[in-house]
């Protein structure tokens, strides 16, 4: 007899375009969520957005986080017990979402994504990426039940934000090989269509970098598009395989050992470039996921993450620790193979 059964968790709605912001109430009255918000946000965002949200509704309380981090998901908690909220909207990039989802899932309420910016594919996943000490969890959450993608706000932040956004996707075509190599060695449950989606989202975005451009409106429509997609895509999968591999480790190392010093998807666009080319040697992919990221203006070298050289040969040797996910770094790379791809790939 077929025993299998799955359960995807997907948001019921979601919006993306110019000006949505301003219809976080609306999304909230269809929703049926009754009662008082919380907004959770973090200082820019909030100077930003925060009082247009707050606008749309009676009566509301606000809290600010300033990292990602299982203490801040507890100050939310608390929070949202002190205001008696009963849904969450977490406005903002992807720790307030991600803070936001762990929080609003431990107390059994909704919540609503508003990302102030097109920097990441966490907007509609059910996964928050939280650090803790020498490790870094990959935690099952229920997915935000709308998701508020305004794409006038995302054109108007940091350029850097989109690019990062960008990058964060380009590395799915490694996170998707790391994760076909570890069902063939490893026996890892694998989705063909989640694997699939990811690989043709990253797709849809190269396709369409020469609409991705600073000061195009388009651009974060683009963007926010294919970052939905990947959320879906880990959704799918219930993991978020699709979407991090072995570049992911390499990222979540640096924000260990150079806390703050680039953004999570520059860093995994280098990552990718260095796993690629370990995947598939000289002769590989590694020039188009290099010419990719340079296309939309990512960084594609350590200079550009602003890390030293050595920083990045120490994080690509020690990626494999950070938790327990079979990549192409396997048991972990050597300081000599580490140099070797990086210098080769000119990433240092
Ligand atoms: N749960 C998931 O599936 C995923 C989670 N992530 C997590 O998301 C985080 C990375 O996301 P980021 O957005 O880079 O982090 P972030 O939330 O720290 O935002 C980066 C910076 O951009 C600022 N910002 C946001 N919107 C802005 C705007 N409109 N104007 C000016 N400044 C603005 C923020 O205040 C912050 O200083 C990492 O912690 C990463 O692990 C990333 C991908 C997927
Ligand atoms: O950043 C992610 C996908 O883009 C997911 O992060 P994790 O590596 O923590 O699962
Ligand atoms: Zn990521």
């Known amino acids: 007899m077929f025993g299998k059964s799955t359960w995807i968790k997907l948001p019921r709605n979601v919006l993306v375009g110019h000006g949505v912001v301003d219809q976080v109430g609306a999304a909230v009255e269809e929703l049926s969520l009754a009662g008082r918000p919380l907004l959770v946000t973090s200082p820019s965002p909030d100077d930003i957005a925060g009082d247009r949200v707050r606008d749309q509704f009676d009566d509301v309380a606000t809290t600010t986080v300033s990292d990602a981090s299982f203490s801040a998901v507890g100050e939310v908690i608390e929070a949202a017990e002190a205001a008696e909220a009963t849904f969450l909207v977490a406005l903002g990039g992807g720790k307030p979402i991600d803070i936001s989802k762990m929080a609003a899932d431990e107390l059994g309420l909704g919540f609503v994504s508003v990302p102030t910016a097109a920097s990441h594919d966490g907007i509609v996943s059910g996964r928050s990426s939280i650090p803790e000490g020498d490790t870094r969890h ?102 978020s395989r699709p979407a991090s591999g072995a570049e992911h480790l390499f990222s979540h190392q640096l924000d260990r050992i150079a806390p703050g010093e680039a953004l999570h998807g520059h860093q995994v666009g280098v990552g990718s470039i260095m796993t690629e080319y370990l995947h598939t040697g000289e002769k590989g992919a590694w020039r188009d996921i290099r010419d990719a990221l340079r296309a939309i203006g990512a960084p594609t070298t350590a200079a550009g993450l602003g890390i030293d050289d050595e920083t990045v040969v120490q994080a690509l040797t020690t990626a494999h620790e950070i938790r327990d996910r079979y990549t192409i770094l396997a048991g972990g790379v050597s300081e000599e193979a580490a140099r070797e791809v990086a210098s080769f790939t000119g990433v240092v």
């Not at 989202?201 to 997609?229: F, H, P, R, Y």
């Open 138 to 239: 990959s935690v099952a959450a229920d997915p935000p039940l709308a998701v508020i993608a305004d794409t006038e706000l995302m054109a108007n932040a940091p350029w850097e934000l989109t690019t990062a956004g960008c990058a964060d996707i380009i590395s799915n075509y490694t996170a998707v090989k790391d994760w076909r190599l570890a069902r063939r060695l490893k026996n890892v449950e694998y989705s063909e269509y989640a694997g699939a989606l990811s690989e043709m989202t990253a797709e849809m975005l190269v396709d369409n970098a020469g609409s991705i451009k600073q000061g195009l409106e388009e651009s974060a429509w683009i963007v926010s598009k294919a970052l939905v997609s990947s959320g879906v895509a880990m959704s799918i999968a219930d993991s």
